[in-house]
């Protein structure tokens, strides 16, 4: 029995794997109780190689295609630039402009956040203009994209693909809830469809 974390009672558990183009087997799991508490989530149930993608941004490559799981990080170093996975993290598939566009975004809300720091200000303002000129093909940068798991990828006939190394792989956040023996054993029967 798993208890419902708003009343206590027992929860529905729907579970279902699908093997998806890139990301491989995923588990969609929908939880909901009587009182009225909902979640669903997706989880990766595969694990491969570690690995490193990387690509430059210019003109034609805006439209390649980013396949970031719930453990990729995404970087852009000439900008300091990284979305990390943390608990909440998402997955999706987005284009290379698409990336931009989010780092973009948080650029603009940190610039908010700190209207009265002279100094960030500037430093955001720098990151927009580098991040428009990409945008629109004047300025080249890297994006790469790292993944303990080896679930995300860019398509592209251009990038730059490597394995990660372990000491690699360890260092990155993975964004993942650690579950314990009872769950791993929940998620083994799932995907082998004994739930």
């Not at 300091?80 to 996975?85: F, I, N, R, T, V």
């Not at 993944?147 to 956040?173: C, Y």
């Not at 998620?187 to 082998?192: G, K, V, W």
């Amino acid at each position: 029995m798993i208890p419902c974390p708003a009343c206590g009672q027992e929860l529905n558990v729907v579970t279902a794997v699908y093997d998806t183009p890139y990301f491989g087997k995923i588990l969609l799991t929908s939880i909901n109780c009587h009182c009225g508490f909902k979640h669903s989530d997706s989880f990766s149930a595969e694990i491969k190689d570690p690995v490193r993608f990387k690509l430059e941004i210019k003109g034609e490559t805006l439209f390649s295609k980013i396949v970031r799981s719930t453990s990729g990080t995404v970087r852009i170093p000439e900008l300091g630039l990284a979305m990390e996975p943390g608990p909440a993290s998402q997955g999706f598939i987005t284009n290379v402009e698409g990336i931009l566009l989010r780092f973009e975004e948080i650029v603009e809300m940190a610039k908010r956040w700190n209207s009265d720091n002279e100094e960030a200000v500037k430093r955001c303002d720098f990151i927009l203009e580098k991040l428009r000129k990409a945008m629109e093909g004047e300025e080249r940068l890297t994006l790469i994209l790292e993944d303990p798991h080896g679930n995300s990828a860019i398509i592209d006939d251009g990038v730059f693909m490597e394995r990660l190394t372990q000491r690699e792989a360890e260092s990155l956040k993975t964004g993942l809830t650690v579950l314990d023996i009872t769950g791993e054993d929940y998620l083994r029967r799932a995907i082998e469809g004994e739930e």
